[in-house]
C-alpha cells in the first residue's frame, strides 16, 4: 500500500502561486511515477501533470503548460507541484497520486490517490 497526503493549498489572488507538497510513505517511492490531479466543483477529475519515477521526464495538461511544474525528491520521499499565474480556472481540489505502473503518463487515474488540497483562485 501506498500512502499519500498533500499540503500546500489555499488562497491565492489571480497571478499569484502556490507550491503542492505530497509526502509519500508504504512503498518504495523512487519507483512510482508520481502525478496530480484536480476536480472542480461539478466538473470530472482532471489529469494536471506527471514525473517519471526517475525525475527525469515530465508532462503536463494543456490547460496548465508553462505556468505548473512537477518536481520530486526521492530522499525526502516527496513531490511538488508549482503553480504560477494561477487563474479563477485553476481553483479546483488537487489530489497527489501515484503508480508503479505507466499509466499516469498517459493521463490515466492511478492506483493510488491522497485525499486531495483545495486551491481556490480569487478574481
Known amino acids: 500500500q501506498v500512502q499519500l497526503v498533500e499540503s500546500g493549498g489555499g488562497l491565492v489572488q489571480t497571478g499569484g502561486s502556490l507550491r503542492l507538497s505530497c509526502a509519500v510513505s508504504?512503498?518504495?517511492?523512487?519507483?512510482?511515477?508520481m502525478g496530480w490531479f484536480r476536480q472542480a466543483p461539478g466538473k470530472q477529475r482532471e489529469f494536471v501533470g506527471v514525473i517519471t519515477w526517475s525525475g527525469h521526464v515530465t508532462s503536463y495538461a494543456d490547460s496548465v503548460k508553462g505556468r505548473v511544474t512537477i518536481s520530486r525528491d526521492n530522499a525526502k520521499k516527496m513531490a511538488y507541484l508549482q503553480m504560477n499565474s494561477l487563474k479563477p480556472e485553476d481553483t479546483a481540489v488537487y489530489y497527489c497520486?501515484?503508480?508503479?505502473?505507466?499509466?499516469?503518463?498517459?493521463?490515466?487515474?492511478?492506483?493510488?490517490w491522497g485525499q486531495g488540497t483545495q486551491v481556490t483562485v480569487s478574481s
Open positions: 508504504g512503498r518504495t517511492f523512487s519507483s512510482l511515477d
Open positions: 497520486a501515484a503508480d508503479a505502473s505507466t499509466r499516469l503518463r498517459f493521463g490515466v487515474q492511478p492506483d493510488y
